[in-house]
């Protein structure tokens, strides 16, 4: 396997060789492509994962300070893309053992079912996945600021006075986050603007080149599910709380009350009240790892992580 939840440190770098190991690997079913670029000039990547022509979409890495997703979300790609390549296999397998039944015949069954239906989603879906969304923070959140090789970014990002273990922003000192033009939006300061971001143009890019059944933006801390858009109508909330809810069967994840979709004072903005407003589709947030989780967190969280969400898309194929 590729994706290695022992590496001490998952730096960008690690993201990328593994995001280009992978599609070499699973090339008949996973494309690397670059869709932007940081301020920075880092590349932000997304990994197309199927052959359908339906599309779901994954994200992880708005906040830089959220380490634990992004290398989840890559343990996941190459979880999928294996039981894609690997079902004719795991079929024969299965028909020889049947011919000497024992206790575990019924667990290869099962599994080799798993791998068809997996086969057959990725067959009616392509699997939009963008891992990490915001490499400079990212880094910053890894390393600290010298990873800034602009030294007018690196002057502004010192300014701010924040611990970089808890950076939560882009190169720039931003949120991107609260930097998308929806209802809620509200301007932090005389020369903030919606969408003013190398990272949000990317990730509203993508949201219309794609026609995009659901989207999903991975956050952390909590182990929350968010679903309610107070800017939507009944019908609107109703099919998102049907999501919400198969995705909190799969992860025990907490379905969060609308009256907390929007913390108070909050100045709004954020992705999937983006992509709720301008297209009416299902738009969800996953915040993962536990409530009182400290910054930096702790690498113990990404297996725990990844068997709590691996299967939100195997959900998702077959609700939507």
Partial sequence: ??????????????????????????????????????????????????????????????HGRETINPIVIMKMIEYYADEFENIKARKESFIKKIKHYSDKT?????????????????????????????????????????????????????????????????????????????????????????????????????????????????????????????SMNEAYNERQLKIAKLLSNVTKYELVDGKQEIDYGDSGGNTVHYFSERFYRPALTIETVDEEAGFPLDIEYRLSTYEEIKLVLFELGACL
């Fill in 1 to 62: 396997m590729i994706i290695d939840f022992s590496q001490p440190v998952y730096n960008y770098e690690d993201l990328i060789t593994d995001a280009k190991a992978l599609a070499k690997k699973y090339c008949n079913i996973l494309k690397y492509v670059t869709i932007g670029k940081s301020h920075d000039n880092r590349d932000i990547i997304m990994l197309k994962l199927g052959v359908g022509k339906k599309y779901i979409l994954f994200c992880s890495g708005v």
């Fill in 106 to 230: 019924l667990d290869h069954y099962n599994n080799m079912i798993f791998g068809k239906c997996i086969y057959e989603l990725l067959q009616t879906y392509t699997i939009l996945m963008i891992p990490l969304l915001n490499p400079d923070g990212y880094m910053i959140s890894l390393k600290g600021f010298d990873v800034l090789s602009d030294p007018q970014l690196k002057k502004k990002a010192k300014e701010k006075g924040i611990c970089f273990a808890k950076w939560k922003f882009n190169g720039r000192g931003i949120d991107i986050n609260r930097n998308f033009p929806c209802r809620s939006w509200k301007p932090k300061g005389t020369h903030d603007y919606a969408a003013s971001e190398n990272e949000t143009k990317t990730l509203i890019e993508v949201f219309h080149n794609y026609k995009i059944k659901c989207f999903i933006d991975f956050h952390s801390r909590g182990k929350y599910i968010y679903y309610y858009r107070n």
